[in-house]
């Protein structure tokens, strides 16, 4: 029986060590925006999870945490408004079971965005005291939902 050593191989990601220009960034952003739309699409089947989640931990690893929480706080604006939109544009008759439907899609949603994003609320996050996707949800929740504001 050998008893040679195994090699030992430490994976170390090229892509995470180069340095991105505002373009890239610019890219990258847009690439988590796009996603979460088609999360919020119910079409989240053509994502790759680890490509998403990759895209991400890059931009958080580059020091663009700012621009990636910015942009994600964004998205979940938009989508917010629409869902709002659509609640309030309903038939009387029919607001509770489109309210309903409306958080059932958003809580679906965006169980799978955090799921996504969770390396930047455990480093970026957590680093400069920001609050975590869940509570910036609650937050613009509680906003959007409120038509007097």
């Given at each position: ?29 847009r ?8 999360i ?83 480093t ?23 038509p007097?504001?």
């Amino acid at each position: 029986m050998s008893t040679a050593s195994k090699p030992s191989f430490k994976f170390t990601s090229t892509i995470s060590r180069l340095k991105m220009d505002n373009s890239a960034v610019t890219n990258q952003l847009r690439v988590i925006s796009n996603a979460m739309d088609t999360i919020y699409q119910r079409s989240s089947s053509q994502l790759s999870f680890n490509d998403i989640y990759g895209t991400a931990y890059n931009l958080v690893l580059q020091k663009q945490g700012d621009a990636l929480y910015e942009r994600i706080r964004e998205t979940l604006e938009t989508h917010l408004q629409i869902s709002v939109k659509r609640i309030l544009s309903t038939n009387p008759s029919n607001f509770l079971p489109v309210l309903v439907q409306e958080w059932v899609d958003h809580k679906t949603a965006f169980e799978s965005i955090t799921r996504v994003l969770m390396y930047m609320d455990r480093t970026y996050c957590e680093q400069k005291k920001k609050n975590g996707q869940l509570d910036v949800d609650a937050e613009l929740i509680q906003r959007k939902g409120n038509p007097t504001q």
